[in-house]
């Protein structure tokens, strides 16, 4: 008695019998993407070849590719808690950002910083070189508008002792949810003398520190493994730093740690990589098994809201965000022909930062 399988884009079976095909009703999970991967440029890499990108895992594996001394900013990444770190190797003549974006273009990361004090790189003349700062946000902007790309960037400052914001032409290139200012730097104590790191010097950690943080927790007073700052601040500076959106360490007495997770637009650093994960888990997962394989039908919405919603209720059960809404929105769009609106809402939660307690005697 003849029988078995039948695929109905392949040949059919000649001999007669019972083919069965079977079809999987449910459409592909939604996964989540790779997390606590650092981006990094690297002005000198020894004997490396030169603009090339290099995946790291660990010191021994950057000191053999680029040389013990070369590799301070990989380091400080790995401390902070990268599990990878993207190094390119930077040309060492020209001029703009082209190079270092079309060496990312196909790779895929949460955070982007560049290597020691990158204001005095080749790259920018002294007469624009803040304007580093300017390209790298013209930069995260197109990708999060043109290519579905979401990466944060985190930089230092020229000048850490500055507090005024009318002292530095920085600030206005920095308004920006995926970019972080780091407001100072760190020292380290030695036998043979401390060891001093701007802010610039330092910002490959807070990098790591970012990308590593789960994407449910705040990095605010998470703890910085140095001995002191490089510039105290204040209370009073500390709070003019959080209201130009700066992100500061602080020296409590017994050790360093982040003032407050914040960006340079003022938003929660927490806020915005679990946006920025929504939006690349669905997208990825959408090129991989949704779009050109569903039927825009009753049926096919309704296994796409089903798997977006799924995917969103196993992040509210990892309290990263309530109150999940998932539809197909009608209106003022008909979803008709190859064309699906969709409108997803939630609440986000937040981390517990300020406590004010009330004591009555």
């Not at 790591?208 to 449910?216: S, Y």
């Not at 007073?221 to 500076?237: E, G, I, K, L």
């Not at 796409?304 to 969103?312: E, F, N, R």
Request: overall charge negative; aromatic content about 12%.
């Amino acid at each position: 008695m003849a029988g078995g399988t039948w695929d109905p884009t392949g040949t059919l079976p000649v001999r007669p019998g019972l083919y069965i095909n079977f079809v999987d009703a449910a459409i592909a999970q939604i996964k989540g993407g790779e997390r606590g991967v650092v981006a990094m440029t690297l002005k000198n890499y020894g004997g490396a070849t030169e603009d090339t990108v290099y995946e790291i895992y660990d010191v021994a594996e950057a000191e053999e590719n680029f040389g013990k001394d070369n590799i301070q900013s990989i380091k400080f990444a790995l401390q902070g808690g990268a599990e990878k770190v993207l190094v390119y190797t930077m040309p060492q003549q020209f001029e703009n950002l082209q190079k270092i974006k079309e060496a990312f273009a196909t790779k895929d990361f949460n955070v982007f910083c560049m290597d020691g004090d990158y204001t005095e790189a080749c790259l920018y003349t002294d007469t624009n070189k803040s304007k580093i700062f300017a390209d790298v946000r013209e930069w995260v902007q197109y990708s999060i508008d043109y290519e579905g790309k979401y990466f944060m960037a985190v930089f230092g400052r020229e000048d850490d002792t500055v507090v005024d914001k009318s002292s530095s032409s920085y600030y206005d290139n920095f308004d920006h949810d995926y970019m972080v200012q780091l407001m100072n730097g760190v020292v380290y104590y030695g036998k043979e003398g401390d060891t001093t790191y701007t802010s610039q010097q330092f910002s490959p950690y807070i990098a790591g520190l970012i990308a590593a943080t789960p994407i449910n927790k705040s990095i605010t007073y998470a703890r910085v493994p140095a001995d002191n700052m490089n510039v105290h601040f204040t209370p009073n500076q500390i709070i003019d730093g959080l209201q130009q959106n700066l992100l500061a360490l602080i020296y409590d007495g017994d050790k360093v740690k982040v003032e407050r997770g914040i960006t340079s637009s003022g938003a929660k650093i927490r806020s915005v990589r679990g946006k920025a994960a929504i939006a690349d888990d669905i997208l990825q997962t959408a090129h991989d098994s949704y779009i050109g394989q569903l039927d825009n039908s009753e049926d096919g919405r309704a296994a796409l809201v089903s798997a977006i919603k799924a995917y969103l209720e196993r992040l509210e059960d990892a309290r990263i965000l309530t109150d999940i809404e998932v539809r197909v929105d009608e209106l003022p769009f008909k979803s008709v022909g190859d064309t699906v609106y969709l409108t997803i809402s939630y609440t986000e939660i937040d981390s517990l930062e300020r406590i004010f307690v009330t004591v009555n005697v």
